[in-house]
């Protein structure tokens, strides 16, 4: 029964679009002229500054903050947890001096080979360098990661053996220890700068290296010197990384609270993240007037057209129908009228997108697409669209229970 008279409804509604299809058509493309400006807009923001902030939060890079080196700092492992707990912290890891963590690295397959200089760079579980979960990863004491570059330099690939050779000068006297490594996976050029020779090993490694030298033995990998203390290990740097860049300011703040002064990418990412919430203000505002200016169109577009038809929605009072159903009828109608509206804003949204698309073909990333859309964010538009229209014809709707039959067909 329902689905009758939504049927015969939908019917109604097609057939008087029919007979006053002029108006129909202008009504159709007045929405259309509203919207698909609108959606180009939208449209660039998310495929120019969108991808921009996509390659931002894709880059760890971008996320890392260290702190800047000045001497005086030193963090403990409380420090550290502390730091692991903020909900905006994605990774943190102590790190050595600068010096302490310098190594030479030869094949074990060509001894003869010159050896390459690199720094090691602590990491552990969750590092955000790290593809994915499952990737081949630094864990234990034998196992490395190397950037490309160091790779690169070192003529290394993955499951090689490589030597680390750790040289330090004790009382007079240069020694120097050798420890063998297998290489678990290389680095793409775009997780590190290709410059960088780093390897990436167990945090436990950097502190035997670092204290190894300092002048102590390292009993852990048998390596001679004094013993060293009861004195907890402290790191004088760290790499952190936050967990979205909205999270960078923050903790820079936080770190700068704490009396640490961070050296992070904020000043390349602010930028643009202020020119995308200008961008969004800019928009939101030209949305709401053209949402505002479309409502009192369609409104006076539905009413206007209760008033041409009160003879014939008395007639069908007359013959049966409820106000219920007469009060839907305007409801619709704009409904339909925005669906079509609506396809047709999509329609002349892909062929903007597509001549905009093919103007801008080489902007790295965003030659992917300047202007572009989801289909969900296709379909949002097209849902608020409908939804305001419909609200703009409840105008129409309530001005259809104020006709009274007798008088209607009088009149006329």
Same mark, same amino acid.
């Given at each position: 029964m329902i689905t009758s008279r939504i049927g015969q409804m939908f019917r109604l509604v097609v057939a008087d679009l029919r007979r006053d299809w002029a108006m129909a058509v202008c009504q159709v493309f007045a929405l259309a002229a509203v919207l698909t400006p609108l959606l180009v807009l939208f449209g660039l923001q998310q495929g120019v500054l969108g991808q921009m902030l996509r390659d931002l939060q894709a880059n760890p890079a971008m996320r890392e903050i260290v702190p800047r080196v000045t001497g005086t700092n030193r963090f403990d492992a409380a420090w550290l947890d502390a730091a692991r707990r903020r909900a905006d912290v994605a990774f943190a890891v102590g790190d050595a001096r600068t010096l302490a963590a310098e190594v030479e690295m030869v094949p074990? @397959?060509?001894?003869? @080979?010159?050896? *390459?200089?690199? *720094?090691? *760079?602590?990491t552990r579980p969750g590092d955000p360098l790290a593809a994915s979960a499952g990737e081949p990863w630094a864990s234990g004491l034998d196992r490395v990661v190397l950037s490309f570059g160091a790779a690169r330099a070192l003529g290394a690939a993955a499951g090689e053996r490589i030597q680390l050779l750790v040289p330090r000068r004790r009382d007079g006297t240069d020694e120097t220890q050798a420890h063998a490594v297998t290489v678990a996976s290389v680095l793409p050029p775009d997780r590190m700068a290709e410059t960088r020779r780093a390897v990436l090993v167990d945090d436990r490694l950097v502190l035997h290296v670092q204290r190894y030298r300092d002048g102590f033995a390292v009993p852990e990998l048998g390596w001679p010197g004094a013993p060293a203390g009861t004195e907890p290990q402290r790191f004088e740097r760290f790499r952190l990384y936050a967990r979205t860049i909205d999270d960078v300011a923050p903790l820079t703040a936080w770190l700068r609270s704490g009396g640490v002064e961070p050296v992070s990418r904020l000043d390349e990412i602010a930028p643009i993240q202020a020119l995308n919430a200008n961008l969004s203000l800019i928009l939101a505002v030209i949305s709401a007037f053209? @949402?505002?200016? /479309?409502?009192?169109?369609l409104a006076a577009t539905q009413w206007s057209g209760v008033e041409r038809k009160r003879r014939e929605l008395a007639l069908l009072t007359l013959i049966g129908y409820g106000r219920g159903w007469l009060i839907s009828l305007p409801l619709a109608q704009a409904l339909l009228l925005a669906?079509?509206? /609506?396809?047709?804003?999509?329609?002349?949204?892909? @062929?903007?997108?597509? *001549?905009?698309n093919a103007r801008f073909p080489a902007i790295g990333s965003v030659a992917a697409g300047a202007c572009r859309l989801s289909p969900d964010q296709l379909l949002l538009a097209a849902a608020v669209t409908c939804v305001l229209a419909m609200g703009a014809a409840l105008l129409a709707a309530a001005r259809v229970t104020r006709i009274e039959p007798a008088a209607a067909l009088r009149d006329t």
């Open positions: 074990l @397959a060509r001894p003869q @080979a010159e050896a *390459v200089l690199g *720094v090691l *760079v602590p053209a @949402a505002a200016g /479309s409502i009192v169109a669906a079509l509206g /609506s396809a047709l804003a999509v329609g002349l949204f892909a @062929a903007a997108a597509g *001549v905009i």
